[in-house]
Each structure stands twice: as C-alpha cells, then as structure tokens.
C-alpha cells in the first residue's frame, strides 16, 4: 500500500479548503482517484456527512 506523503496531504487539505473545488475533489477521490489512504479519507468524509446529516434531520424534526 502506497504511503501519503506530508505534502499530499497538505495540498488535499488546501484543495478541500477552496469552496466548490472541494466538492469536485472529495466526488473524484471518492470514486478511486488517488492513492488507497486519500480515497479511504475521502469515503470516510462522505459517511461523517450522511451521519450528521441524519441527526440534523431527526433533531430538526423533534
């Protein structure tokens, strides 16, 4: 398994910084674009967004 380096990881995070561009890369390395850690990062955001979205609703519904 390829290791992400310092630097990948800073400009992943610079990327997902800068509205709309984000959107683009997290949809890109969600679908496998990537190394397997930035992929893995990029799915695991997805469910963190499904989980909190579930509990706004429920809250939101109380």
Do not use: D, H, Q, Y
């Amino acid at each position: 398994m390829e290791t992400v380096t310092v630097w990948e990881w800073f400009f992943i995070l610079l990327f997902l910084s800068i509205p709309i561009v984000n959107i683009i890369v997290f949809i890109a390395f969600s679908c496998g674009v990537g190394k397997p850690g930035i992929v893995n990062f990029c799915r695991a955001c997805w469910i963190w967004f499904a989980v909190g979205l579930v509990l706004a609703l429920i809250f939101n519904a109380i």
